[in-house]
Every structure is written in C-alpha cells, then in structure tokens.
C-alpha cells in the first residue's frame, strides 16, 4: 500500500479498493468521469456510466474543457467519454466485488477517493499508417467507503 496516493486515508475495517494499471485511455476522460462519480453510490455509479456507454449521459468537463460543446441539461459543456467508460465500469464492478468479499453489503458503498495518473506512453506498430503516434495509458486507483444506513 505504499506507493498508493490514498495511503493515509485507507483503513482496511470500513474501506475498499480496486485498482487498474495500464489501461489504453485519455488520462484527462478518466479524471473528468471519475471526478464526476465521486461521492456517489457504487451501484448508482454502474448506472450513469451505462447511460454515458450509449450516449444518453453527458459528463461535464470542468478541468479539459477544450472543444467541449454544450450538452442538453444543466452543463455548461460535457462529452462522452466511452471508452474510459467501459473501463471505470469494470474498475467499479471489481470495487464492488471487493466488498462482498470483504463481506460488506455492496448498497453501503460509496466511492470516496479517486485517483488518475498518466502511465507509460506506447508506440504503436510501426508499419501502419499511425507510425510515430504513441497509446496513451492511465493507472486508476477507486477507494470506497462503506457507509452503514
């Protein structure tokens, strides 16, 4: 647990943790969607981010705001970020899952901290017509809270 941001918040009786290295997504889609999911239920968390996976949902950008246009609702500018999408819901699922094992019931949990940071640039293949570009991957760290009602 030593290299993890979070390491003096974790307390092992109330808290859970799921973490996921090496994921191919924007750094910047990962830090808005997560942000915007924190202090949320778990559970209600899977549901938004089904809503963004089909484009029904707009994520609010707040920090990365460049070209991001209005989007109906209460935002001032939003997008979809599906593929960071798809990756948080299966960080979430595993944060769920944790729970339950630790013997939490999966209704208490609360996502609390979150983390985001840049990982390791790839090349891609050579003899393709993205030659030179580099995969951007993200590490994303999720500490949930059980929260008895």
Do not use: C, W
Not at 9 to 37: G, N
Not at 94 to 102: D, Q, R, T, V
Not at 109 to 119: E, G, L, Q, T, W
């Amino acid at each position: 647990m030593a290299g993890h941001p979070f390491v003096k918040q974790y307390e092992p009786e109330k808290h859970v943790l799921a973490i996921t290295t090496y994921r191919r997504i924007s750094p910047k889609d990962a830090r808005e969607l997560l942000v915007h999911l924190r202090g949320r239920k778990a559970l209600d968390a899977l549901k938004l981010l089904d809503l963004v996976i089909k484009k029904k949902y707009a994520v609010p950008f707040k920090r990365y705001t460049e070209g991001a246009a209005h989007k109906t609702g209460n935002i001032a500018g939003g997008r979809y970020p599906v593929n960071a999408a798809k990756e948080i819901k299966n960080l979430i699922n595993s944060l769920i899952k944790n729970a339950e094992y630790k013997g939490f019931d999966a209704d208490a949990v609360y996502i609390k901290y979150v983390a985001v940071s840049r990982a390791a640039t790839f090349h891609r293949p050579r003899r393709s017509r993205f030659r030179g570009q580099k995969a951007k991957s993200t590490h994303l760290y999720v500490l949930g809270e059980v929260r008895e009602k």
